[in-house]
């Protein structure tokens, strides 16, 4: 049915109208309230040259036809009549409202009332700009960008970043808290803690001052083959001294003869 009015249109159009082109559309239209539960508005429409023609009136259930132009209006009018009196046409047009009712919790549940968690590192950069002593607060991966992250300093809080939030790529947001470690002791720790919609309660991680984890990795690994080359050579110095003192001296060429 959508189809036949297209194409009788056009002939129509064709063969009444001076213009030689001619743009048939079928729009329908889902647009939502302000909040979750407010309005939705649905429409459904057929457009001659960015004009509409006929569209459907879901306070009465009908199609009604609109202002067109004169020569058209008879076929028109024509098609408004046989969209109404067909039920397969009026029960498409029904489940297609319903579905744009029913997505309005999808929309929300995807986009205003959408919650991501976020990630977190705290680290040490190797390199910076400025060459000062700087911890990093790496946050990532969280939505949507309202987001709060301190620095504690031994129990006591430093400061709250008001670092700019960067949109991702994958519709996430992330932030970069950096603080001065000039004025660090060996025994200060620093915590980095995140206050974010999507967590229940707030998240954070520890630093302190000395040795990362990789380079206590690194020293462990250096300390035991450090640990396995020293008992080779004592084994072989203790065997060498074994042998000298038994007076036992290996005879030139004797392996020649045997």
């Not at 539960?37 to 057929?46: A, E, I, P, Q, R």
């Not at 960067?166 to 470690?181: H, I, M, N, P």
């Amino acid at each position: 049915m959508r189809g036949s009015i297209a194409g009788l249109l056009l002939v129509y159009s064709a063969i009444s109208l001076p213009a030689t082109g001619f743009v048939m559309q079928e729009i329908s239209l889902c647009s939502f309230g302000d909040d979750k539960n407010g309005s939705v508005t649905f429409g459904y429409y057929f457009a001659f040259n960015h004009q509409y023609i006929v569209g459907y009136d879901s306070k009465i259930n009908m199609f009604l036809p609109y202002q067109s132009i004169e020569q058209m209006m008879m076929v028109v009018r024509r098609f408004t009549t046989q969209f109404n009196t067909n039920p397969d046409m009026l029960n498409y047009v029904k489940s297609e409202e319903k579905r744009c009712k029913n997505e309005i919790k999808t929309f929300w549940n995807y986009t205003v009332e959408r919650r991501e968690r976020p990630s977190m590192e705290v680290f040490v950069p190797d390199q910076n700009e400025d060459n000062l002593p700087l911890l990093i607060c790496f946050v990532w991966g969280f939505y949507p960008d309202n987001i709060a992250v301190y620095w504690i300093k031994n129990n006591k809080t430093v400061v709250k970043t008001e670092t700019e939030v960067v949109q991702t790529g994958e519709w996430s947001y992330q932030v970069v808290s950096k603080l001065d470690l000039r004025d660090a002791l060996p025994t200060d720790d620093y915590t980095c803690k995140v206050e974010h919609q999507s967590l229940e309660e707030p998240m954070a991680k520890t630093w302190r001052a000395g040795l990362t984890s990789i380079q206590i990795i690194k020293i462990s690994v250096s300390s035991v083959i450090f640990a396995l080359g020293l008992i080779v050579l004592i084994s072989g110095v203790v065997c060498w001294r074994n042998a000298k003192r038994s007076g036992y001296t290996p005879i030139p060429g004797y392996n020649d003869f045997n």
